[in-house]
């Protein structure tokens, strides 16, 4: 079975997908979203300087993120956390109150009956 990565947000003012069903992964990670995984892997509480650089280089680039200020980007960096799950998992269902926001990096997501994709940098 494949697996999707996703970076698991966990902010107020985020609004989650009402549902999400992942399926499988396709494609090879570079270096540097190796490098992205790693740090955002690591638990929050242990990072270091350079990991958080990292992750705020990677978040800030990623375009659902981009009308975030500055400050409210940093803080995200200290939170955020990397998920990876198998194809078919259900991540909840609709009407089910959800407490964070992903971001698929890779794979799939179905919500409603239409399949998502990550978008390329």
């Known amino acids: 079975m494949r697996e999707v990565d996703a970076v698991k947000l966990r902010s107020a003012g ?3 997908p009402r549902n ?5 992964s396709c494609g090879v990670m570079t270096d540097w979203d190796q490098m992205f995984v790693r ?6 509480a242990c990072r270091s300087l350079q990991d958080l ?3 705020y280089y990677g978040l800030s680039g990623l375009e659902a993120l981009q009308t975030l200020r500055d400050s409210a980007l940093r803080a995200l960096c200290k939170v955020v956390r990397y998920e990876k799950h198998q194809a078919n998992d259900v991540l909840y269902y609709t009407g089910e109150l959800s407490t964070c926001w992903y971001i698929l990096l890779s794979g799939s997501v179905f919500i409603d009956g239409s399949m998502f994709l990550p978008r390329s940098r």
Do not use: D, F, K, N
Request: hydrophobic share 35%.
């Open 53 to 55: 650089q990292v992750i």
């Open 20 to 24: 999400g069903t992942v399926a499988p």
């Open 39 to 44: 740090s955002l892997a690591r638990p929050p």
């Open 14 to 16: 985020y609004e989650p």
